[in-house]
């Protein structure tokens, strides 16, 4: 996209220009990555789109506009939304605890020493509310952090999402696993977003799925965004590389055979959807207009303001209050609010922004933010895993912020 003047929307064009190049030469070129979708909005118009590698390098497909890519974590946000929306409904308050809506977790317990499944415990200092799940100090985990012995419990019952898990059964396994930490006391990235998903199933009494489609991605107009890939845009969806040490990567998920192409029972709030980048960003752009896009309102622009806000205990940062090291974002400068991380202090985090950016990423390295001082987003799409293999979400916004000029 350009114009003659060479600026959109306040962006210099010929300065965001660099992010292809900076991608094409720093990662593409030399086989780090298989392809990138970068998109660059502000004031609601799109100043750059940019399209590079390939989507399938076994099939030599390069990636389209329309490429289907795994977002993994980006699904939290949208499952956040889901459950906020029901907040403005009166359906539940955020210090409510779980256990009115889960009653199996009434009696759940801190972990103290043992390993799975003889542990020891003790009673936490109060009930897990809905507010320490929507801000990941539940004191649940995730089976890969590899941390602690109650992580291991979780990767021995495949609780990150192994063949014939459901929700349902994760719910049941949850009740009878000890927590990390009392709840509020710390905070820890965990499949506290899952149970966000339950409890959009419990109080909304719609499956997870279909709530989705009927509330948010049908208002926003979102076709191609879904937990399972239909059978006629399997050609459409991108494969899935595993980092490997000299950066190179391997394949990781095959396209054609994935369990994202099949019905597989487990609607992850915090991890299972696939989406395109110009759905992903009407979800965004949503946001950024303060809950509307299109006329379609799906969350009060004060609900928002009140999710975008740090919720973590004395208005600290991840630094302070995290029990691990895992993160879709730096921690350095960061806060948490209900359901994305929040800047707060732009120095500390040593990278280019505005206090109040908000926005999450996903495990296979794609991510979003959204500035409410600039009224800029940016949403990158590539696939490989880990997320944390190289610091391309710090480069870009150093790029990005660089090409503003009013």
């Known amino acids: 996209m350009s114009s003659a003047s060479g600026i959109i929307a306040g962006l210099d064009t010929g300065r965001l220009s660099r992010i292809g190049e900076h991608l094409q030469q720093r990662y ?13 909005a502000r004031r609601g118009e799109i100043a750059y789109l940019d399209i590079r590698g390939q989507m399938d390098v076994e099939r030599s497909k390069p990636v389209r506009r329309d490429t289907l890519f795994r977002v993994y974590s980006m699904t939290k946000p949208i499952t956040s939304i889901a459950l906020m929306q029901l907040y403005e409904q009166g359906r539940f308050l955020l210090d409510d605890p779980v256990h009115k809506y889960i009653p199996s977790w009434k009696n759940l317990q801190v972990y103290k020493a043992g390993v799975h499944p003889t542990f020891m415990t003790t009673p936490p200092a109060r009930p897990m509310t809905i507010r320490d799940l929507l801000t990941h100090q539940s004191g649940l985990t995730y089976g890969f952090m590899n941390r602690t012995n109650v992580d291991a419990a979780y990767r021995a019952l495949k609780l990150d999402g192994g063949a014939g898990l459901t929700l349902e059964r994760l719910i049941d396994e949850l009740s009878r696993l000890p927590l990390e930490f009392s709840p509020g006391s710390a905070w820890n990235y965990s499949v506290s977003t899952d149970v966000c998903g ?13 709530y989705f489609a009927e509330h948010i991605f049908a208002p926003l107009g979102m076709q191609d965004t879904f937990f399972t890939v239909p059978a006629d845009r399997i050609e459409r969806f991108a494969a899935c590389y595993q980092y490997k040490p000299g950066d190179r990567f391997d394949l990781q998920d095959d396209p054609q055979t994935s369990n994202f192409t099949r019905a597989h029972g487990y609607l992850s709030g915090g991890g299972g959807l696939v989406s395109s980048v110009d759905d992903y960003y009407r979800f965004v752009q949503a946001l950024a207009n303060g809950g509307e896009f299109d006329g379609a309102r799906i969350i009060g622009r004060k609900t928002l303001a009140f999710m975008r806000m740090n919720h973590l205990p004395g208005n600290q940062d991840l630094p302070t209050v995290s029990v691990g090291s895992f993160s879709e974002t730096p921690y350095e400068g960061t806060g948490f609010g209900l359901g994305f991380s929040v800047k707060t202090d732009v120095a500390k985090s040593q990278t280019n922004g505005s206090a109040g950016e908000y926005g999450w990423g996903g495990m296979a ?33 150093a790029i990005i912020y660089g090409a503003l000029v009013d």
């Open 365 to 397: 390295s794609t991510n979003f933010f959204i500035d409410p001082e600039e009224d800029l987003s940016m949403i990158f799409m590539t696939q490989l895993i880990p997320s944390s293999s190289y610091a391309i979400r710090q480069e870009l916004r």
């Open 198 to 210: 339950y409890l959009v199933q419990v109080i909304s009494g719609m499956e997870l799925t279909d």
């Open 28 to 40: 593409i070129d030399p086989g780090k990555l298989p392809g990138t979708l970068t998109l660059v």
